[in-house]
């Protein structure tokens, strides 16, 4: 189990071996630091079969998963990220959202995302394949960033019990319990992720309801090439600026975040077995582009490559994924 | 949430309070006083959904489940009970066993158990529904009664630490809240089972450890349609022949098993609200289903309609 820590690193060092640690050791990703005080930070991983169990105690930073860290590394994973304590903000797929101690949130290696933490902060983050967490979650990718609070969520609570629990035994215990306890875990999770969000339950405003099936219906019709405006707001029998006004809520704009989500499914699209017969043309085709040479512009801005080279670079099989902190 | 304390009754009365109150407001079982010196004993309860947790703190007494006095309705129910402090023995289904502070042990409330604890104790206790415990531990009535030790780090003591998370936060859980988090529960508790380590001297217990550890494979694996007996065989390092075998003494066989769990997978997501986005060719898909046809004509002869009626049905009330 590798543990590194920056106790023993001269404290003018301390950033910069922290930056080597995380990006070198871990997943692919960008640190910054706006302020100039001491800087510490210490990192246990246990890996067990192909999970990844992360314990980060560490101060102000700026962790940021560029496009061009997605095609480098190319993990296509989600986090599952437990704030025990500090504060911060997320950002994915769109989403900004802030973070209280005792927040759980998601994020997805697959596409670009940030997260920002103001002052000293623990976290434990869990690696989980795609196919676990689309058994147990509805809308992962709506829930992306989207912090689900321990305060108002008493499954919750247990939920965060429950991986503390299992960061304290996680050494000690064979692989196939370890999945057994993290799949039961993820069932928690989206089961209490499923309750905070349930229009049944009242809790979201009639505005963030309308909001999440608007995009659901978005993410689901990704594919057709006249998903417009105007058909959205059609389908859902509100006007236009109306429309418009649900997503300036969440600075961004409709085709802005259309454009966005098809950029994300095409790079998860290049990776995925049923399209590797598939050329990058008719991948494109079907998320929703329809102008090729527009699309690889784009494609290159987002990712820093082209979608071939996405694609080309073979990953290593079966190896246990590397995370950073939130990553 | 139902609270009993002997504090308030007077002390030569305590132990028969005590017993009175149990065998009326629980389950009817058999008291013997072992105290030596003041009894005392309090009690909480908390209901939630078709499970009750109790935490018990008490001294000295044996207690002694004897069937023919056992509470009507209580039969499909196993108990999962944790001992937080003390220490005494457990005995069921002819074993019988030491049990010791942070050990964990399941009684089946189809047959006689006693639990005999010595000097004061405190106990957590968790009531299961046998359809739930049976999905995850093999033959349990094999495994009731043996203490399991979570002195060291593993997947007994995140089931124990779970369960007093549980009991630290059960006042504010829904009903639909807690289903969730037991299932969950229990299925750790069934990895902990499967992660002992079977003495080879009883091939009952030693059995139903290998079998439970197979079932928690097929589990997590129940979305994959290339899950098969020869697959599942070389994973646990035994033959085909010998997991066939294994099966056969359960009521069906490996490949119905398999089955009916993939169908049990796809209705607990066809009656989520959550997943109503999902079509239901992809939650079939997703739970390992190849043949649609086939899939829509079993869950009707098993949950008597057909899926998307099921479903229908199911989030109505929504």
């Known amino acids: 189990m590798p543990t590194f820590s920056t106790d023993a690193v001269a404290k003018s060092r301390r950033f910069d071996y ?9 997943i692919s990703v960008t640190i910054d630091r706006d302020t100039c005080g001491t800087f510490f930070g210490s990192l246990l991983s246990c890996e067990i079969g192909s999970n990844r169990l992360l314990h980060v105690r560490s101060t102000s930073q700026c962790v940021t998963r560029t496009g061009p860290r997605v095609s480098q590394d190319r993990k296509n994973l989600y986090l599952l990220n437990y ?73 919750g609570r247990v939920a965060a019990d429950m991986l503390q629990s299992l960061a304290r035994n996680c050494l000690q215990m064979p692989g196939e319990s370890f ?26 405003t009639p505005h963030s309801a309308l909001l999440m099936r608007i995009r659901n219906y978005i993410l689901a019709h990704l594919g057709d090439e006249d998903l417009s405006p105007g058909r959205i707001a059609a389908e859902h029998r509100i006007s236009g600026r109306y429309l418009s006004k649900l997503f300036e809520s969440e600075r961004t704009t409709v085709s802005k975040w259309i454009w966005t989500q098809r950029l994300d499914a095409s ?53 246990p994924p590397r995370v950073a902190p939130g990553f | 949430m139902q609270e009993f304390s002997t504090n308030t009754v007077r002390q030569r009365l305590r132990f028969e309070y005590w017993c009175e ?16 010196g003041q009894f005392y004993g309090s009690l909480a309860a908390h209901p939630l959904g078709v499970h009750s947790l109790l935490l018990v703190k008490s001294t000295s007494q044996r207690v002694i489940r004897t069937l023919d006095r056992k509470a009507g309705g209580t039969e499909d129910f196993y108990v999962l009970n944790y001992l ?58 094999c495994l009731c009664a043996i203490p399991v030790s979570t002195a060291r780090p593993g997947p007994g003591r995140v089931a124990t630490e779970m369960l007093q998370s549980l009991a630290r936060n059960c006042r504010q859980l829904t009903e639909g809240d807690a289903q969730p988090l037991i ?33 928690d494979y097929i589990l997590s694996h129940l979305g994959e349609e290339d899950l098969s007996p020869c697959r599942i065989a070389a994973a646990h390092g035994v033959s085909e022949r010998c997991l066939n075998k294994l099966f056969e003494s359960e009521e069906s066989t490996l490949s119905r098993w398999i089955w009916s769990q993939r169908l049990e997978e796809s209705r607990r997501m066809l009656s989520n609200v959550n997943f109503v986005d999902r079509t239901i060719k992809e939650i079939a898909y997703g739970c390992g289903f190849k043949d649609m046809s086939h899939f829509s004509c079993a869950f009707k002869t098993q949950f008597g309609s057909n899926p998307r009626q099921y479903r229908g049905k199911q989030l109505l009330p929504c």
């Not at chain 1, 306890?181 to 349930?198: F, N, P, R, T």
């Not at chain 2, 006689?112 to 995850?136: C, K, N, Q, Y």
Request: proline content about 4%; charged content about 20%.
């Open chain 2, 84 to 141: 937080v402090e003390g220490q005494g023995h457990t005995a069921q289904n002819g074993n019988l066993h030491p049990v010791s502070a942070g050990e964990f042990f399941m009684f089946d409330l189809t047959s006689p158990a006693e639990l005999d604890l010595v000097g004061d104790f405190t106990i957590l206790t968790l009531s299961l529904p046998r359809t739930l415990v049976d999905r995850h531990v093999a033959r349990a009535q």
């Open chain 1, 267 to 319: 790079g998860r699209a290049l990776l995925l077995p049923e399209f590797a017969e598939s050329r990058v043309n008719e991948v494109a085709y079907a998320c929703g582009f329809n102008d090729m040479s527009h699309f690889s512009f784009s494609f290159r801005k987002r990712f820093g490559c082209t979608p071939r080279q996405y694609r080309g670079r073979a990953l290593p099989a079966r190896n």
């Open chain 1, 18 to 26: 922290w930056r080597e640690v995380v990006s070198s050791n871990l």
């Open chain 2, 183 to 215: 299932e969950g529960l229990v299925r750790v508790t069934a990895a902990a089972y499967g992660a002992m380590a079977p003495s080879p001297s009883n091939l009952a217990t030693a059995q139903s450890i290998l079998l439970t550890r197979i079932r």
């Open chain 2, 21 to 36: 109150v149990i065998s009326d407001q629980f389950v009817d079982l058999d008291f013997t006083c072992n105290a030596q």
């Open chain 1, 179 to 204: 999945e057994t306890v993290v799949e039961s875990l993820v069932g928690i999770v989206g089961m209490a992720y499923g309750l905070q969000d349930s229009p049944c339950r009242g809790a979201s």
């Open chain 1, 83 to 155: 704030l025990a304590v500090g504060r911060g903000c997320t950002s994915q797929h769109g989403n900004f959202h802030d973070l209280a101690p005792g927040d759980f949130f998601i994020h997805d290696s697959s596409s670009t995302g940030t997260l920002q933490m103001v002052g000293d902060f623990e976290m434990l983050t869990l690696t989980l394949s795609r196919s676990l967490v689309d058994r147990y979650f509805a809308r992962a990718q709506y829930q992306c960033s989207a912090p689900l609070s321990v305060e108002g969520s008493a499954a």
